[in-house]
């Protein structure tokens, strides 16, 4: 007698998730968010990086501040995606995210669209995007420390200032320029790109759920990584009582939505090996030099 394997008959996809798979991952779809993305980052430095009076004068500028963000913002993202085109690891194109901010957007993301299933895989993935946004974010830094206008007005209590994070500090020592704080300076376009640039590769390295940093930390520490990423948790929780409420946002927010557990992998109880380990250990460097308590605040509060 023979076992006769039943298949149930497959559920039709509602019309939602046809068009979405069908035109979200379309090549023209991606293009179409970089335009806009490219549209409104290049707005966003025109009106608040720029230095200029008048729209059409800062436009130019702006477009020193958008080519730069987008890519760096790109560079990151194509990072993850080659890694996983390595690996064959189905994922998809960079989406750019255009938004109504100060910076006119609020980054770019892949979708990778089935499971990583080993710790060297979700460690090289993991760490690819940022190391490569971080690499790429440097010569914009270096020409940016060097393009400032000094302000020569007095800052008042209410200025908006940006902290400037230790990569900051070594690009303006390693320049041989005097440093200087965001209250003495008007910062060029370009400058405020790698701060950005800077920024975002902060926060993706946070080692919380299946951010980047999550990602190279569940590949090091395997089944501890939920205790350290609750430990992370409630650090940048306790940053607020220093300023650093963007920090306790964005750890509340990622945690809430996503968890601080990140999935397993097959190999949890494996070692990583000692060169992955090398490469966990250069991303928290760069999330070292990356990290600044308090992003934007006023200069009045500023500690």
């Keep these: 007698m023979s076992e006769t394997d039943v298949t149930p008959p497959e559920v039709p996809r509602r019309r939602w998730t046809r068009w979405r798979f069908r035109y979200a991952e379309h090549p023209a779809f991606h293009f179409a968010l970089l335009l806009l993305t490219f549209a409104t980052t290049t707005l966003a430095g025109a009106l608040f990086f720029s230095g ?6 800062g436009l130019l500028r702006g477009l020193r501040f958008s080519i730069p963000a987008l890519l760096i913002l790109g560079v990151h993202e194509t990072g993850h995606y080659l890694m996983c085109r390595r690996y064959g690891l189905a994922a998809t194109l960079p989406y750019f995210i255009p938004a ?17 299933r080993r ?26 420390v060097v393009h400032a206008t000094p302000i020569s007005t007095p800052p008042t209590a209410d200025t908006q ?37 800077l920024l975002v590769t902060a926060l993706n390295l946070l080692p919380i759920g299946q951010l980047d940093g999550g990602h190279v930390l569940r590949s090091v520490l395997g089944r501890r990584q939920p ?25 509340a927010i990622v945690a809430g939505l996503f968890g601080i557990a990140h999935p397993p992998v097959e190999d949890d109880d494996e070692p990583v090996g000692t060169g992955r380990l090398t490469i966990a250990l250069v991303c928290l460097a760069v999330f070292l030099l990356c990290f600044t308590m308090v992003p934007l605040g006023e200069l009045g509060n500023a500690r």
């Design 227 to 251: 205790r350290a990423s609750l430990a992370v948790l409630v650090l940048a929780l306790a940053a607020a009582l220093r300023g650093g409420y963007s920090w306790a946002i964005f750890a």
């Design 119 to 144: 710790k060297a895989m979700l460690l090289d993935v993991g760490a690819a995007g940022p190391l490569a946004g971080f690499v790429m974010t440097l010569p914009f830094l270096f020409y940016g």
């Design 52 to 57: 200029s009076k008048t729209l059409s004068a």
């Design 100 to 116: 109504p901010t100060m910076f006119g957007t609020l980054g770019a993301v892949i979708r990778i669209k089935e499971p990583i």
């Design 161 to 197: 200032v940006f902290g400037y994070p230790l990569a900051v500090r070594i690009a303006q020592d390693w320049s041989g320029i005097l440093r200087y704080t965001s209250a003495t300076v008007h910062e060029d376009p370009t400058f405020m790109a790698a701060w950005l640039g």
